[in-house]
């Protein structure tokens, strides 16, 4: 079945600074990939996601890229603020006659002031 | 709209006992996922439902747990003889439809504690 890897498992900027954090995944009928959100004792919240017939999409300080031939994808935060700090995680979805979301291990971001 | 609602918030069970989790899904929604969080772990697929069938329940452990989600009423995540290991958060899921790509929202999970 699919397989979601998440890179960094942990990762700590400084406020203003970018974080970006990177996924592949291994089925290549693959083609919906979205990141959520979770902060402490809260649910998961989608931010952001992108379909396999684009590259690449913003929504203000944040982007995602798509490369399909690698299988990866990467979440891009800019600017980043206090409250960016939370879990992040990425998400594949398998077509195979049922949609169903495999996620990555999630990347623990922490913004220091 | 309410959003995926889940039941109860928090639940504490005795080792031995059964645990019965609801999720009620977003109106229109008749696609559920479950997935289980351990403290400081991600997000682990357990079982994809549709309304009075089990699509996917590749996650599912074999032996204690059974999930439904009938005609009328919430899913149902059920656990029985619940051991210390089963301690963790269930989040429910809910999308439209199958066969296309459309975003799934969670519900604010159930914190199960075994004691």
């Known amino acids: 079945g699919e397989n979601v890897e998440q890179h960094p498992s942990t990762l700590s900027v400084q406020e203003g600074d970018s974080a970006v954090i990177k996924c592949t995944y291994s089925d290549s009928a693959s083609n919906y990939f979205p990141w959520y959100k979770q902060e402490l004792g809260k649910r998961p919240q989608l931010i952001i996601d992108i379909r396999s017939n684009v590259g690449e999409k913003k929504d203000q300080r944040i982007a995602v890229t798509l490369n399909k031939t690698a299988k990866h994808f990467s979440l891009h935060i800019t600017e980043t603020q206090p409250e960016d700090s939370a879990v992040y995680f990425c998400a594949a979805q398998i077509i195979q006659g049922a949609q169903k979301l495999v996620f990555g291990q999630g990347t623990r971001l922490t913004i220091n002031p | 709209n309410a959003g995926v609602m889940q039941n109860p918030r928090h639940l504490v069970r005795r080792r031995g006992q059964e645990a019965r989790l609801r999720c009620s899904p977003m109106k229109g929604h008749s696609h559920v996922y479950w997935y289980r969080q351990l403290p400081e772990e991600g997000l682990k697929f357990m079982v994809y439902?549709?309304?009075?069938?089990?699509?996917?329940e590749s996650g599912m452990p074999k032996e204690r747990f059974s999930a439904e989600f009938p005609k009328e009423g919430p899913s149902i995540l059920r656990i029985q003889q619940v051991v210390r290991g089963d301690s963790a958060a269930y989040f429910c899921?809910?999308?439209?439809?199958?066969?296309?790509?459309?975003?799934?929202?969670f519900g604010q999970g159930t914190r199960l504690t075994v004691v």
């Open positions: 439902l549709q309304k009075e069938n089990i699509i996917d």
């Open positions: 899921a809910s999308s439209p439809s199958w066969g296309r790509n459309t975003e799934a929202f």
